[in-house]
């Protein structure tokens, strides 16, 4: 039984499986997203249209040169980390009967608006009609807007935590390197199907249990799990997509975009700008940020010692 009395719900079986419910949404959306996403940015790539080109961050030809594995190798091996999340994630989504899900939602509703109830009346709120009223609003407003926002927020700087820890150790233990996050180093020049290209464990350990600890720490709705998985992924996809758009809400608004990221796959700055998917913060405090400021300055020391 859970804390609001009702029965809690079964691992389902394969049988059982409803792919329209929340819960499955919140698997198969996200991962049927980075697959069309990705394609959309491999066609981009491979037509090499004009008006795209000039905002391409590397030449097709350093693409073929410079990386060390090929298209089919990363198709394969983002797809097999897919599987896993699928796995991993059937277990966690565990599908919940609609009334049951619900009368759990009125329930949490009703005892919010009692609390909030209590709380007017110290603020000499003693009409009983107004009070209920304005305790119901303010309750729906916690539950469906507030809350939903700040479970976002804090699941972004779970994962993005989360992420550069295991990131930067991935870098500054040899052993680790050389058997694991190389793999994902193999793209010089990153392309959008190679945002997930990693060794099995590692993507299992970044991105799988990244996002179990966000959706369990935060107590997310399945719907919501499903937005923020998705948005991760678009987020991450724009990161390694190898173009630079101007009018990209996600290049604009985030300081930790495809621009930051590039510069982390080139010799000069593989030690730099562990920080993903969203904010630069922990490179900053922790002093390992590399902008692209300090790129072009490197590039013009460099250019006045060759002259």
Known sequence: MNSTGL???????????????????????????YWVYSSIFELIMRAEIPFFE??????????????KVSFKKVLLMVALQHIIQFAVAVYLFRPVDPQIKELERQTRLAATT????????????DDRNNKLGLASTLATFLRSVALPAFQFLAAMTIMDFHQYVLHRLGHTNKFLYKHFHSH???????????????????????????????YELTGMSPFLAMV???????KTIGDHCGYSFPWDPLTVCFGNNVIYHDIHHQPYGIKKNFSQPFFTIWDRVFGTEFTEKDAQALAKRKAAQVS
């Open 7 to 33: 029965q809690q719900s079964k691992p389902p079986s394969v049988v059982d499986i409803d792919l329209w419910s929340e819960e499955m949404q919140a698997i198969w959306v996200p991962i049927a997203i």
């Open 54 to 67: 000039k905002y391409r961050i590397h030449t097709p030809e350093e693409r073929n040169k410079r990386n």
């Open 114 to 125: 009692r609390h909030l109830a209590v709380m007017l009346s110290w603020f000499g709120y």
């Open 184 to 214: 994902h180093h193999r793209l010089h020049v990153p392309f959008a199907f190679g945002a997930l290209y990693n060794h099995p464990v590692e993507g299992f350990m970044l991105d799988t249990v990244g996002g179990a600890l966000a």
């Open 228 to 234: 923020f998985y998705t948005f991760s992924n678009l």
